[in-house]
């Protein structure tokens, strides 16, 4: 049975299996925002979705998502919030036998010693784009690169 990656499509299923496993309601509305959230993020990286679900789901995708969420300056509670949902729903899609293993387990929360890193470089990244976009650069063009630099930076230190 071939189970692609549609991820709207397992919403209600992984809302029953939350409630199955005895989830609160607070955290299952967060889990599914978060699922939402992330179910977003697959689909504009543009992942062929005829391909299974054990085929997509790597530690790379989810190294590659964690990535994302830090270069886009999330706070860390969230980031470490939305790796869990990520791990959650691996968990559900072994429970179905979709997946054998979790790649998500592989893949580890920002811990506090490199938050404090993290944030003091993405503070001084942020001065450093207000002050470029304040001697002329362009806003767009300076804005770009800076992604790029942060990817960079976050991707070789947290990962």
């Not at 939402?36 to 299974?52: E, L, P, T």
């Amino acid at each position: 049975m071939n189970h692609q990656y549609n991820l709207y499509n397992y919403e209600a299923k992984f809302k029953t299996y939350l409630i199955a496993v005895k989830i609160s309601p607070v955290s299952i509305k967060n889990y599914l925002s978060d699922f939402r959230y992330f179910a977003g993020w697959m689909i504009s990286q543009a992942v062929d979705d005829n391909q299974d679900l054990a085929v997509i789901f790597t530690s790379n995708l989810i190294a590659k998502y964690k990535t994302y969420l830090i270069t886009n300056n999330l706070p860390a509670k969230t980031i470490n919030r939305r790796l869990s949902t990520v791990r959650k729903f691996c968990s559900f899609c072994i429970s179905q036998g979709w997946i054998n293993t979790n790649p998500a387990k592989q893949v580890g929360n920002l811990s506090k010693d490199s938050l404090h890193a993290d944030d003091s470089t993405a503070s001084l990244l942020s001065q450093f784009e207000t002050d470029l976009i304040k001697s002329g650069f362009d806003k767009k063009t300076v804005s770009n690169h800076l992604s790029n630099i942060k990817e960079l930076i976050f991707s070789s230190t947290t990962l």
